[in-house]
């Protein structure tokens, strides 16, 4: 069956220092990817996007994500993560029916 | 700026009420979408619509049921509310063109309902 997984429940990290939240899918084709943001109290934030080509992709907020079809994976990065930056975020994919993954929720601590 | 909205952000109603969640996009989107999130499962897709009076069952469809008279609107349906779908629920709309490269879906800012 198709799915989204994601191995992190809940990330701990400090402000100023990187992030790296993981995703993996199981497809039998490449589906498109997505990457939201939710804060609390917030509805959904599309923070970035894959359909294809370069396998780096730029998003909103500082962040990107790394396409790996080898791995499957499809995983989400901050070089130096705000206090701000403390969400749930949900993983995607996307062939003609967006599945998430079951989120990964952050907590930056000063 | 694409808009979805929900009728109301918090929601309290009892068991076996009639309960009609609203959603109103205005993007002119053909699609749009009834999710369910629950902490540790995600969102999962209970109905979407692909056209107006048109409809899919999603993966939780059970218990619900949805109505699209009008293209920007897509209304879920609880026949008889029970405590087990306490939940939030989030409309989205988007697009045909899945192939395009600019697709995605478009979020609302949830409906927080309590069924005591």
């Known amino acids: 069956a198709q799915s989204v997984t994601q191995p992190d429940i809940h990330i701990t990290v400090s402000e100023g220092a990187s992030l790296e939240l993981r995703c993996n899918y199981s497809?039998?084709?490449?589906?498109?990817l997505f990457w939201y943001v939710q804060s609390p109290g917030q509805g959904l934030q599309l923070l970035l996007k894959?359909?294809?080509?370069?396998?780096l992709v730029q998003g909103i907020k500082g962040f990107e994500a790394e396409f790996k079809r080898s791995q499957s994976s499809f995983n989400l990065r901050k070089p130096s993560v705000h206090w701000s930056d403390a969400a749930e975020y949900f993983c995607?994919?996307?062939?003609?029916?967006?599945?998430f993954g079951a989120g990964t929720t952050v907590t930056v601590r000063a | 700026d694409v808009k979805v909205t929900q009728s109301s952000r918090y929601l309290v109603k009892r068991t076996g009420e009639k309960v009609f969640l609203e959603c109103v996009q205005d993007?002119?989107?053909?699609?749009m979408f009834w999710y369910r999130q629950d902490p540790g499962l995600g969102l999962r897709l209970i109905y979407f619509?692909?056209?107006?009076?048109?409809?899919e069952k999603g993966d939780i469809p059970e218990g619900y049921s949805v109505s699209r008279e009008k293209k920007e609107r897509f209304s879920l349906i609880l026949e008889s509310a029970s405590t087990n779908q306490t939940s939030m629920y989030l409309c989205?709309?988007?697009?045909?063109?899945?192939?395009?490269?600019?697709?995605?879906?478009?979020f609302g800012p949830g409906t927080r309902l309590t069924v005591t």
């Open positions: 989205a709309s988007s697009s045909m063109e899945f192939d395009s490269g600019r697709y995605e879906q478009y």
């Open positions: 894959y359909f294809s080509g370069d396998t």
């Open positions: 497809y039998g084709a490449t589906p498109y």
């Open positions: 993007m002119d989107h053909e699609n």
């Open positions: 619509s692909y056209d107006v009076k048109m409809k």
């Open positions: 995607a994919a996307d062939d003609y029916k967006l599945s």
